[in-house]
């Protein structure tokens, strides 16, 4: 069974920000590196949705529907309604999740 994965708005601009990053603080070819990386795990995640844990910040709001997949040192959020894998957050895993998912709350 294949599933449609559709990356939302709130993850291209999270996307971009890693971008800018991994570019200025190390190099083109780490950023290259990277992208190629999360690509791969977002096609996983056609044919595989279930594959990734349930975040622990997000496990306390008993919203079950929420997984994540560690790639490298980032993570990829996103949410599996029906066919569709809504990717909601594309972050370095060193980032405050809580706040960022408030961020995204508030905008």
């Not at 096609?43 to 008993?62: A, D, H, K």
């Not at 998912?101 to 508030?106: E, F, G, M, P």
């Amino acid at each position: 069974m294949s599933f449609t994965v559709v990356i939302l708005h709130s993850a291209k601009i999270h996307l971009k920000d890693l971008k800018s990053y991994l570019t200025r603080q190390f190099s083109s070819a780490t950023w290259q590196a990277t992208y190629e990386q999360l690509k791969q795990a977002i096609r996983r995640l056609e044919t595989q949705p279930y594959v990734g844990s349930i975040p622990e910040e997000i496990e306390t709001l008993n919203l079950s529907q929420y997984r994540q997949v560690i790639c490298g040192m980032n993570r990829i959020i996103y949410e599996v309604r029906d066919q569709t894998v809504y990717i909601h957050i594309i972050v370095d895993t060193r980032k405050n999740l809580q706040a960022l998912l408030l961020k995204n709350l508030i905008q």
